[in-house]
């Protein structure tokens, strides 16, 4: 990796002008260079790039609830790429829905739930104060065995989610809400249920 190249990189995007700016630090010591965004830090040396969100800084003005350095952080070969996952993580400080969004795909995959497919976009996006995300996930394996059904969740600003469970070739708007509202018990109530397609799924369809 050539850390020369990161140097210029990460100076230039430090020392370019904006009301937001790119990076609120940056030193070089000992072979290592690192960049801050409030609690976010972008790490090179000779041989990689680590970005993380570190809530032991104590930097950012308010308390997150669900980014933690084990659960952001990755390691890159590349600077673009290293760049372009340090502003989504930027981004999932400052909106909570983002927040949510990251946390739930990361602990979704922590307790053995994978997937090969999944679309993202917007709803009553109007304007950003009231705009939600919508994630559908298909294709779900759980401990790698196949599951007969997908599932769309919606992330509030809030603080609070929306998951439906969908059959593989749904009707119009077809779906069973899950009872839950709280990422951390929707995702408990994914693990726990002991049922592989959708018609068995122990909810009254929408």
Known sequence: MDIENLKMTLFNL???????????????????????????CIEGNEEEI??????????YPKKLQYLTKDNTYKTFQTINFALEYFQYIVRATNDMRFELYHYFLYELQ???ITNDSWNFHYTNNENMENMIIN??????????????????????KENVC????????????????CPQRDVDKIIEYILNL??????DIPLIES
């Open 194 to 199: 002991k049922v592989d397609n959708y018609e």
């Open 162 to 177: 929306k998951l439906s469970f969908i059959p593989e070739k749904p009707l119009w708007n077809e779906g069973k809400i």
């Open 50 to 59: 680590i970005v993380f969100f570190d809530e032991n800084l104590y930097l």
């Open 110 to 112: 922590k307790v053995g």
């Open 14 to 40: 430090y020392c370019s002008t904006g009301i937001s700016p790119f990076f609120d630090s940056l030193s070089f010591d000992n072979g290592k260079i690192t960049a801050k965004n409030r609690n976010v």
């Open 135 to 156: 994630l559908g996930i298909f294709n779900l394996r759980k401990f790698n065995k196949k599951l007969f059904f997908n599932i769309e969740i919606l992330f509030f």
